[in-house]
């Protein structure tokens, strides 16, 4: 132990570190029991969790389809006429 410091001394000091820390906890525990609130938590339905959206699939597989096929017209065209 450094000079100047007795036993009672570290004792006091940890003894007053573990109330403050102590306290500190109980105060935390106050604060996220008034902060967070469940009965108050709004949670948004949105349709897409619930039900799938087939639609958007169909208009995305229609299109890459009708794109892709384009896509090949124009690449032989220009291949035979460039």
Known sequence: MPRGMSRSNVID???NLLAEYNLLEKENKSLKNSL???EQTVVINR???TKPDVSSWNNGFVTGFTVS???TYLGMIFIHYY
């Open 36 to 38: 967070y609130k469940p």
């Open 47 to 49: 349709g897409y969790e």
């Open 13 to 15: 000091g940890y003894n």
């Open 69 to 71: 096929l384009i896509g």
